[in-house]
């Protein structure tokens, strides 16, 4: 009798239990009710404007109330007034009426760049539950702030202002708060959104999956803690010390990121103290492939979807997460948007955000034109001014300048662990088949030599990431849909990780031109369409204005960065000179050329700043192309 109790007991739970399953699986494929909409062109802005590349940040409801339950977690100063996005540069979204953020109207009231998902950050897990994600245009759009306030949001333009490494660390510092549940959390939402509530039981699983999510992410701070030390924005490095300056404890500041630093962490499990890779917030607008064969700075990236794939990656995307259709597509679409943006797609010319700006006189431009031609295209090409589109010609065009050559500051291509990234990308995403074979003999191979060198620690990296590829080759046993090959040809020299002498030059652009990702101790000469919106400039952002990089006038050592209004004389940023050493708002980032990554030294072309003021005549040509560059 007891035993068939327990039977029946036993089969009516399995009932309930595949009920259940069955109706979670039901409600999974509603969440994920997704399909492309629109026409290609359509789909492409989409995708780049709107569309989900696994960056998934909050629940939504906890960015609805997160300025009201987190806010001086995200604060330097109590009293500062500022809303948290705005402190961190984040753009108003154009379609905001300035509502309250609820789930009717987050779309247009949260910042522009977030969209709106129902999977759980990194594991991608489909849940009633919304979340906030960013988006390809959070980081590339960006604003020209003139006397008269800001103008419309520029896409493709590298955001100047927004300081992702802070906004980063202040999110570590608000998720360790142990008054933030997600009882918490609903209950300042209920009282901003009274409209909203969805029922009793909706509210207790929404709370118990709100706690899981907070849970999960403090175990994962936690053990960056352990690796990566403790937050140390915005409340300082130590309670001696509150008002520690903001470029003392995160140098990286407005416009600019740490990529490397955060992708030798992702890619490698390996830290990244010593990574001092500062990299501006690049434009990617003309990324037309006959225009930009490689990517980067150091054109270590040879297609724009493994591109766009890598700067997911490297901010926190899950390959789990990168491989969900919509996500996947995203990816895709939003490179190829890219590929168009600002030929398709025109972008603002100078005049239209100053249209007092005098009309440039005629002959003086054609002089420009010639000099540029004669002095800078041979790296850079020209925006032939007949048919206003760029002419990818020139003699080092699409070349690799050694770092000594070129004389900029090194730290972008010479950071820690660099030549194991490209191998070590690429095995991060399995293929199948022979291609999943061939990342297996690579990641053997990279392991024997470095047993054969007696490099004990790097063949356990290697032993390590031929063991991180095995368990995602059984997660994605048909291959992940963004996987790609090491090289597009047959005999390819593209392992990165095997050593060279240390006086090595670069390998030449063809020897490369095959393989997908590369490792240089140089820097890629590409096209500069719509230069004027790429300020400041060098890799690091360590020029604020083209009059400055063409030596015209002195690069500063130290200025002020932040919501910095645009000069249209000097083509770049007004970067005021601190106060007793100190910046204030609007331009609160001290930057300070003497430090490890921010030299403003080098590309002295075609002219040094000693040789321009020597000869009176080399400063009338540069005054000149300078005329010319402003406008293509």
Known sequence: M????????????????????????????????????????????????????????FPLKYAAVLEK?????????????????????????????????????????LPFGFNITNYVPVRAIQTPVKFAGLTCAACHSGVIRTEKGASDIILGMGNPELDVIGFSEAVRNAILDPGLTGKAILEKYAEQCPD?????????????????????????????????????????????APDTPREALEPAGPGRTRPFRSVVRVALALPGAENYAFSKIPSVFEQRRDLRPRSQYDGSIKDPVVRAFIAAYASGASPVALAKPEVAH???????????????????????????????????????????????????????????YWVAEGA????????????????????????????????????????LEHQRERLDQARNSAVARQRMGEALLWSQQRERLDRAAREFRLGHPLSFA????????????QPRPANAQPLGTA?????ALTAQLAYFNNPIPSVWLRAPYLHNGSVPTLRQLLN??????????????????????????????????PTPFLFDTTQRGNSNRGHDYPYTRAEVLADPARAERLEKILLYMRGI
């Open 2 to 57: 007891i035993r068939a109790l327990v039977n029946w007991i036993a089969i009516i739970a399995s009932l309930v239990g595949l009920i259940a399953a069955g109706v979670w699986l039901y409600l999974e494929y509603r969440w994920a009710d997704w399909a492309p909409v629109g026409t290609e062109a359509e789909q492409r802005k989409a995708a780049f404007v709107s569309g989900p590349i696994g960056l998934e940040v």
């Open 69 to 109: 339950l987190s806010g001086k977690a995200f604060k330097h100063h109590p009293d500062d007034s500022r809303s948290v996005w705005e402190i961190y540069g984040f753009l108003p979204n154009p379609k905001a009426k300035g509502e309250p953020v609820c789930e009717a109207t987050a779309a247009d009231e």
């Open 196 to 240: 909203d509530g969805q029922g009793f039981l909706f509210d207790q699983v929404e709370a118990v999956l709100l706690d899981q999510w907070l849970k999960g992410l403090r175990a994962e701070i936690e053990a960056g803690v352990r690796q990566y030390g403790l937050p140390l924005w915005p409340h300082g490095a130590m309670p001696y």
């Open 330 to 388: 995203s990816i895709r679409y939003a490179a190829a948007f890219t590929e168009r943006l600002g030929i398709d797609t025109p972008l603002p010319r100078i005049g239209d955000i100053f249209p007092d700006l005098p009309e440039p006189d005629p002959a003086a431009l054609a002089e420009g034109l010639a000099a540029f031609k004669a002095d800078c295209a041979g790296c850079h090409g020209y925006r032939d001014p007949q048919t206003g």
């Open 396 to 435: 080092r065009l699409h070349d690799f300048v050694p770092v000594d050559e070129i004389g900029t500051d090194p730290e972008r291509v010479r950071f820690p662990n660099g030549p194991y990234l490209p191998l070590a990308l690429w095995t991060a995403l399995p293929q199948a088949g022979k291609g």
């Open 486 to 497: 090491e090289c597009s040809g047959g005999n390819c020299n593209c392992a990165a990780e």
């Open 511 to 515: 020897a490369l031109d095959a393989c």
């Open 552 to 585: 015209l006038e002195d690069r500063p050592d130290r200025f002020c960065r932040g919501r910095n209004r645009y000069d249209p004389q000097a083509v770049g940023l007004v970067a005021p000179a601190p106060k007793d050493g100190v910046c204030a708002e």
